[in-house]
């Protein structure tokens, strides 16, 4: 997904990044954990493996909604 102006401004204001990132999901980006989903459903990958490569990524969320 390219940078929009939207997003740039979001930026350029330092917003957080979980803002930063709900705004980018409205905007059509696809998440790497979406992205897997779709390639499981595919047969190209597995759940284990999409869920390792991207427990970093949910966990860093929980952290950031103090959960």
Known sequence: MAINEQIRSLIIEKTG???IRQKAIQGGL???RDDGWEKVKK???TIEEV???TEEDESS???AIGM
């Open 17 to 19: 990044s979980n803002v």
């Open 30 to 32: 696809k998440t790497l």
């Open 43 to 45: 047969g190209i990958t």
């Open 51 to 53: 869920l390792r490569v």
């Open 61 to 63: 969320v929980l952290d």
